[in-house]
């Protein structure tokens, strides 16, 4: 069981920025596709970013373009997510997954962490 663990949230001002990672504690996901999504508050989960498992290929949402970077190192087993210029529209819990059968896509997510709180502040 791939077990995913999710850090690096906090409180932020507008205009900040913040890095989450997403720590594979298993070492099986290194040969999936990972990504992130988040859920704020009364709303779906939604899809962030995701990276192909040689971190070759990256995809955004279009929210999130020029201001987020999803990169991996699979030598640490470790996802992160430098998110830049912080708007108070990002707040959300933050989640990772790795995809259940793919290589370069998340299409279909599982294992999901337990989440990390973005709070940003206007």
């Known amino acids: 069981q791939v077990r995913l663990v999710e850090s690096g949230g906090g409180l932020v001002q507008a205009g900040g920025s913040l890095r989450l990672s997403c720590v594979d504690s298993?070492?099986?996901?290194?040969?999936?596709?990972m990504g992130w999504f988040r859920q704020a508050p009364g709303k779906e989960r939604a899809f962030v970013a995701a990276?192909?498992?040689?971190?070759?290929?990256?995809y955004y949402a279009d929210s999130v373009k020029g201001r987020f970077a999803i990169s991996r190192d699979n030598a640490i087993n470790t996802m992160y997510l430098q998110m830049n210029s912080l708007k108070p529209e990002d707040t959300a819990v933050y989640y990772c997954?790795?995809?259940?059968?793919?290589?370069?896509?998340?299409?279909?997510?599982?294992?999901w962490g337990q989440g990390t709180q973005v709070t940003v502040s206007s």
């Open positions: 997954a790795k995809d259940r059968f793919s290589g370069v896509q998340v299409t279909t997510p599982e294992n």
């Open positions: 990276i192909s498992w040689d971190g070759v290929n990256a």
């Open positions: 298993e070492r099986t996901a290194d040969s999936y596709a």
